[in-house]
């Protein structure tokens, strides 16, 4: 929308009209101007060295950017490029071990009847309403009884449960298996785990990927749960390694200068994830899942 | 489920489920469905049920002197509900809910109003740019909000702010972004960046699926463009709203990770200044586990009812709208 359009719309257009077109554009504009104005200010001071990040104006390039990721990646042995592995192991499995178990239960949610379905299923509803970080103590001190905290286990295995994702398994299997199809494969002689293999994940494929993509960006940006269970820096996912940076950097603008080239480095790959998988996405699960 | 015998259960249930009787077809039914469920219910039990479970016990625990004078020993005791009185009268624990109220004060209603806004705007049919539009307001979801809070933080710092290097230049002094009171919408707007565009594709979503003939007919009784965004389609995308409401009410009663992250760039911020930040500290700063675990039972029966009552408020007032 070029500049010169408000001029000829305001005399062109009728009221209404003006309104309608200008307004709405204009402020989305400025939405968008407002969420990608702390990335370009990151993308900019990562270029900066040490010395420029408090001394040249914000939005001025610096000099840098390769002694930046050069001093990164030198940052206590390499740790920042084993924090961006974990990140990936721990979101990553977890995601995929999450969506795969979430469309079990789904699917068995939704298209068999049995006893103690609903006692399950509001078991799992009453799930998304706790607020899963409250629960990180005691899943600590029982991950520790067992002599796995610390481990990569525990930030695991309390990734992959999420009542969220089996409720929206079970919406999605509802609405696009149907049972005609799942009775046509069991006529034809196929266990019920092929018709689930073979029939039915094929038809959930998007609502997958839905799960996949939430669950991977959730356990990608967890905080507290690996920053209470994990103390070997070795461990930590890029959010705990980050956040150590910082917290040791407080006056030091050499560390400053590494967490924002890490903060900057940490968002490409899940930016460019998020917009290649973007139209797969299918929402309409959540935002139609609540009716009555 | 566990008293019942699964196997009666089922025969009683089967002339509901004619299409499964076959012979082979009924066992395997009141088997199979349990199998797929396994892995979830175990992960439910471990990492769900047992924790509440034994957070729920040890709130009533605390390490008591047993015994006389000398020969006292300091052993886990059950102490009935002085964990709970402990947590409901420690002024930090209190003031932290008092700060956690200004921040989702601040932080829920303009998340919820710019991503309702931005989705209706971006389903308005003459507005331009909505795919830039849309993309650009959703990748704030894709960054964490550790991350998110060291851009911004760098943002407030009066030494690297791009905003205070605009005011100094015209003459004025930085802006205090991380001194109270600024504070409070400055770590507000962490959450509001990285809430809005998630929320914002939410409604959106749900707005398209509103059969568009439904405007049509509003248009030509003469509905203006405001009148059919509110009598319209907000009434009929209220479940997409409670929704969004839902996740951002339970969102603000666990905010730990921004604040925690802006500390070491802002003084004014306590070890307690929100409630899981003092939880934090009695668990593993003073080792106090007990107490930590009865705040933790506090916030989450807080978070459970909080979220009911909002479920009933809007379910009976989405109820009021349609009629």
């Known amino acids: ?292 | 489920m566990t008293t019942q015998n699964p196997a009666r259960r089922a025969a009683e249930s089967l002339p509901n489920r004619p299409r499964t009787v076959r012979t082979t077809g009924r066992r395997r039914v009141s088997v199979v469905p349990y199998l797929f469920l396994a892995p979830a219910i175990l992960l439910l039990v471990v990492f769900l049920l047992v924790p509440i479970g034994y957070a729920v016990y040890l709130s009533f625990q605390g390490l008591r002197v047993v015994g006389g004078g000398a020969f006292g020993k300091r052993q886990q005791i059950f102490v009935g509900f002085d964990n709970y009185i402990a947590a409901v009268t420690d002024p930090e624990f209190v003031a932290s809910f008092g700060r956690l109220a200004v921040y989702g004060l601040i932080a829920v209603p303009f998340t919820l109003g710019f991503a309702l806004l931005f989705a209706l705007l971006l389903d308005h049919p003459r507005t331009r740019g909505t795919r830039f539009s849309r993309t650009a307001i959703f990748i704030p979801y894709a960054v964490p909000g550790v991350v998110a809070t060291l851009m911004w933080g760098f943002m407030y710092l009066p030494s690297t702010s791009p905003f205070s290097y605009l005011t100094e230049a015209f003459g004025g002094g930085p802006i205090p972004f991380l001194d109270l009171p600024w504070l409070f919408p400055s770590v507000a707007n962490i959450s509001i960046w990285g809430g809005v565009g998630f929320n914002m594709i939410i409604i959106y979503t749900a707005l398209r699926g509103v059969p568009a003939d439904i405007y049509d007919s509003a248009r030509i009784d003469g509905a203006s463009d405001w009148q059919i965004a509110w009598r319209i389609k907000i009434p009929l995308i209220s479940p997409a709203l409670v929704l969004t409401g839902l996740f951002s009410l339970i969102g603000t009663l666990q905010v730990y990770g921004e604040p925690t992250t802006l500390a070491p760039m802002a003084p004014a911020i306590s070890q307690t200044w929100v409630p899981l930040m003092t939880i934090y500290r009695d668990a593993f700063t003073r080792d106090d586990l007990p107490l930590a675990s009865a705040s933790s039972v506090i916030l989450a029966g807080g978070t459970v009812v909080a979220s009911l009552v909002l479920l009933k408020i809007t379910r009976k007032r989405a109820f009021g709208d349609s009629r």
């Open chain 1, 1 to 292: 929308m070029s500049i010169a359009a408000p001029a000829l719309d305001r005399t062109v257009g009728t009221r209404k009209d003006r309104g309608g077109r200008l307004l709405p554009t204009i402020v989305l504009l400025v939405g968008a101007l407002y969420c990608l104005v702390a990335v370009a200010w990151v993308l900019v001071a990562s270029t900066k060295s040490p010395g420029e990040l408090f001394s040249t104006f914000t939005f001025a390039p610096g000099t840098g950017l390769l002694e930046n990721l050069g001093n990164l990646f030198a940052y206590g042995g390499g740790q920042f490029g084993k924090w961006a592995l974990n990140s990936l192991l721990y979101a990553g499995v977890g995601a995929v071990a999450s969506t795969v178990v979430s469309a079990m239960a789904g699917f068995a949610l939704a298209k068999y009847d049995f006893p103690g379905r609903n006692l399950i299923f509001y078991t799992i509803l009453g799930g998304v309403l706790i607020p899963g970080i409250t629960l990180a103590i005691p899943q600590y001190l029982l991950l520790s009884n067992l002599g796995l905290a610390g481990s990569y286990w525990s930030v695991l295995l309390p990734s992959i449960i999420s009542p969220f994702g089996i409720y929206l398994s079970r919406v999605y299997a509802a609405a696009a298996v149907p049972a005609e199809t799942i009775e046509a494969a069991r006529i034809d002689g196929a266990t019920e785990a092929r018709i689930f293999t073979r029939v039915a994940v094929p038809m959930m494929i998007p609502g997958m990927v839905t799960v996949f993509m939430l669950q991977f960006v959730g356990i990608w940006n967890n905080f507290l749960l690996p920053y209470i269970m994990l103390s070997d820096q070795n461990r930590y996912p890029l959010t705990v390694g980050l956040y150590t940076l910082l917290a040791k950097g407080s006056g030091e603008a050499s560390l400053y200068s590494l967490a924002i080239t890490g903060a900057m480095l940490s968002i490409i790959p899940l930016v460019a994830l998020m917009l290649f998988l973007q139209r797969f996405w299918k929402l309409d699960l959540i935002s139609g899942g609540l009716k009555g």
